[in-house]
């Protein structure tokens, strides 16, 4: 079956670093994604990966192996805004995206 | 610009009667989608429309019905609602049903009594 895993819940501290793993198991894969959603709000699209290594935009990186179905989004510099939950997605062999339940990451002053 | 506009935000419901959620779109994109978010899952596929005029089935349609006679519009009716279907719903489109990175509405949250 399709699968996506993901922590529930992360607590960090406004300046610092957390990475946020995924880890996928798929019918194909087309890609891995990232989206931010606030409380009561709508997911917005963060990053995109499909090819192994890191990509970085701005305080947000990305980063991806296929060959472990391994993801992860490593956020630096928190700041009190950065409290959401994070979707990982990834992309079947039909380009359908399979969600993860999303971790829901508090940041605390 | 709207991007994308969905209607009612928030609807209490009987058991049984007929509702229909609406979602426009102004971004000319080919991909549209229903999602519905419940606690603890992730977000499920309701049903999709890669194009104008077709329309596809996601992880979870049963009790939903989808058209897709424009571009723009792609609304959701659930005929007769039961309270399993309490949700939110999520509309979403994307320039390609191939592209992965949508643009989410504002949700529509379902309560069924």
């Known amino acids: 079956g399709q699968n996506i895993d993901q922590p529930t819940e992360m607590t960090a501290t406004e300046g610092a670093i957390v990475q946020i793993n995924c880890t996928y198991q798929?019918?194909?894969?087309?890609?891995l994604f990232w989206y931010q959603q606030h409380a009561g709000e709508a997911p917005t699209f963060l990053s995109y990966?499909?090819l192994d290594g890191l990509e970085e935009k701005g305080r947000f990186s990305s980063f991806l192996s296929r060959s472990k179905g391994y993801s992860y989004l490593l956020l630096k510099e928190l700041q009190m805004k950065d409290s959401a939950s994070y979707l990982c997605a990834a992309s079947d062999s039909n380009y359908q995206l399979i969600w993860g339940a999303g971790t829901k990451l508090i940041i605390k002053p | 610009i709207a991007g994308i506009t969905q209607a009612p935000t928030s609807q209490i419901l009987a058991a049984g009667r007929r509702m229909t959620l609406r979602c426009t779109q102004d971004m000319r994109h080919n991909a549209m989608y229903w999602y519905r978010q419940d606690l603890g899952l992730g977000l499920r596929l309701i049903h999709y429309?890669?194009?104008?005029?077709?329309?596809g089935k996601g992880e979870v349609p049963d009790g939903y019905s989808v058209s897709r006679a424009n571009t723009d519009d792609f609304p959701l009716t659930l005929a007769s609602a039961v309270p399993s279907q309490t949700s939110v719903y999520f509309c979403?489109?994307?320039?390609?049903?191939?592209?992965?990175?949508?643009?989410f509405g504002e949700g529509s949250r379902l309560t069924v009594l």
């Open positions: 979403a489109s994307s320039r390609q049903g191939e592209d992965g990175e949508l643009f």
């Open positions: 990966n499909v």
């Open positions: 798929t019918s194909g894969f087309n890609g």
């Open positions: 429309s890669n194009t104008a005029g077709t329309t």
